[in-house]
């Protein structure tokens, strides 16, 4: 029996699609078998991240993109650009809403409104392409990924550790460092990257 040539590009891309998704899921968990934070945790923060991300979606989807949200060990690094200082308040009060948070970190820029609307075009052109930094400007995604080859090849560095963000050229760091030197480690990275301005740092105990 002859199978159409359209059935069978779409179960070639079906295939593709399945393994990319599979191979994600085996990479994000291997990444966390190596994280410093307990598992407890590990399964704690992923649920206040979908928590978050799903009262953001409930407010305005275009949140998703505007706004990134990071946990480590109940803590929250929020990261994007918003027009309206308005909406940031309820942002955090939506954020601010899960008990089980200990600190938030609020650093959400406030930019134009044609700023804004540029940057989500480009982060739904990214979302659209399957790329990693959803809401990030082609600049501040290149400084990220960028940032992210040097921390994985860097001596004494344990990359799995921390989350980081570049925004307006601006890279916010969360996570854990198992030593100062470490942590220096990390930010002379971060501020040596070509294209990189100022680096925050927000480390658990």
Known sequence: MRVPLTRIVLLGMLVVFLLASCTTILMETG?????????????????????????????????????????????????????????????????????RLKQVYDDIHIVTLEEKERRRKEGEEQKKSNTEGIGQTVNDLWIATKIEAQLIAAKGVTSVNYRWRSVRNQVYLIGRARSEAELNRVLEICRNT????????FCGD
């Open 194 to 201: 070509k294209r990189c301005g100022i680096c925050q740092t």
């Open 31 to 99: 990444k966390k078998a190596f994280e410093d934070r307990t598992t407890e945790d590990q399964v704690t923060d992923s649920k206040i991240g979908a928590g978050i991300l799903a009262r953001l979606s409930n407010k305005d989807t275009g949140l998703l993109l505007d706004v990134s949200i990071d946990t480590w060990e109940q803590r929250v690094l929020l990261t994007g650009t918003l027009d309206d200082p308005a909406v940031r308040d309820e942002v955090l009060q939506l954020v601010r809403s899960d008990t």
